[in-house]
């Protein structure tokens, strides 16, 4: 799984910049997406598909964030059941490890950087552009403070997650 690095500018130009440094710390430009209220503002640079325009990954986490919460409780339901019904005994042990897993994903999730799109909605309407590049979680730190370093104007706008199997 890759992070997903925003960057908030306030032209196309100074997005074409940040693109420019991205590429030379060696991210793929397949991996970098700008998004604008203007798209015809971003000509020459790699726009952000349907998908990533709606952000995707912001549903895909909800859903996985529901049907965890889902699970544990239907475990819980059923551990409940079997204690009533048959007491303490080693089938009580299966809904029990059930809710542990539940609890160990849903801690787990709460560990994943979770910036969204969505939190850059007010910055769209005003005109800036946001640019998004997905890289490895190991090289989240150099990549920012690349950008950062070269591309002062360039507001670290959060870290979040992506993955190319789902295309998010």
């Not at 640019?131 to 870290?159: F, K, L």
Request: aromatic share 6%; net charge neutral; charged share 20%.
């Amino acid at each position: 799984m890759n992070r997903r690095l925003y960057f908030v500018v306030d032209s196309a130009a100074e997005a074409a910049a940040v693109v420019h440094e991205l590429e030379r710390a060696g991210v793929d430009r397949n991996h970098i997406h700008a998004l604008a209220r203007d798209p015809q503002a971003l000509q020459g640079l790699p726009t952000a598909s349907p998908e990533q325009q709606r952000d995707r990954a912001r549903r895909v986490e909800k859903v996985l964030w529901n049907a965890n919460l889902t699970l544990f409780a239907a475990a819980l339901i059923v551990f409940v059941a079997v204690l009533i019904s048959q007491g303490a005994t080693w089938w009580a042990l299966v809904p029990a490890a059930v809710m542990a897993a539940t609890f160990g994903a849903g801690l787990s999730f709460t560990h994943v950087p979770n910036t969204h799109l969505d939190e850059f909605r007010e910055a769209l309407t005003h005109g800036e552009v946001v640019v998004m590049a997905d890289a490895p979680r190991n090289r989240v730190a150099s990549i920012e403070s690349t950008v950062h370093r070269r591309q002062p104007e360039a507001a670290v706008g959060g870290v979040g997650w992506s993955t190319d199997m789902l295309r998010v």
